[in-house]
């Protein structure tokens, strides 16, 4: 009732606190269907899951003329990077420890991508660009590590939205997300419905997702579709069922 549909504490979610989509058959509410512009393709439809997380994420706060950090470059991280770009950024700097992931980030519109176990670091990354900090941060990879490094290189006053599941164990050095000014954001799923509309705009209005598909395999060989998934040398993978 207060407009925040997609928290509210009786909600519950399909995959989350009941069996999912691997089903035959799935029931619903049918408020939560959304028919698709025929502009979209049925590929498109396919990663509007993950897509929908990016979004709420990347547009929590204003982008235009930012700086941005993305850590964790994952399926939800690299369409961030996308939307960051779509949407306006100025530079954006996205983290992960997987080149082939990173590989993906810089085809979705990063400035550029660091690999910390390669001796690179946000701090040279900031030097390159000629910037002292970043004013918007994405927390995508659920590492404290990375959460952390993301703390210490965010400008005062900046804000952070945080996607990734951190551990229970996760500790933080409060002093500096008090003394920079910072502001946090949790993010759960997709704001209802405007993440959707979103979505559909950028989507017609030409954002370019493509680059995260990256596999794509008949229904009956969905165990190659694991298998590649598991190795984590992939972005998204499609099944076609036709």
Known sequence: RRGKLHVCENTVGIGVNRDGSFAEYLSLPAQNVVHLDARISDEMASIMDPFGNATHTALSFPMIGEDV???????????????????????????????????IANKMGATLTVNPTKGQSIESAMKQLHIRGFDIGLEMSGSPIAFESMIENMYNGSKIALLGILPNTTTVQWDKIIFKALTLKGIYGREMWETWYQMEQMLITGIDLTPVITHRFEVNDFQKGFDVMESGECGKVILNWE
């Open 69 to 103: 950090l993305i850590t964790g470059a994952g399926l939800i991280g690299t369409m961030a990077t996308a939307i960051c770009r779509f949407a306006g950024a100025r530079n954006i700097v996205v983290t992960d420890l997987s080149d082939y992931r990173l590989n």
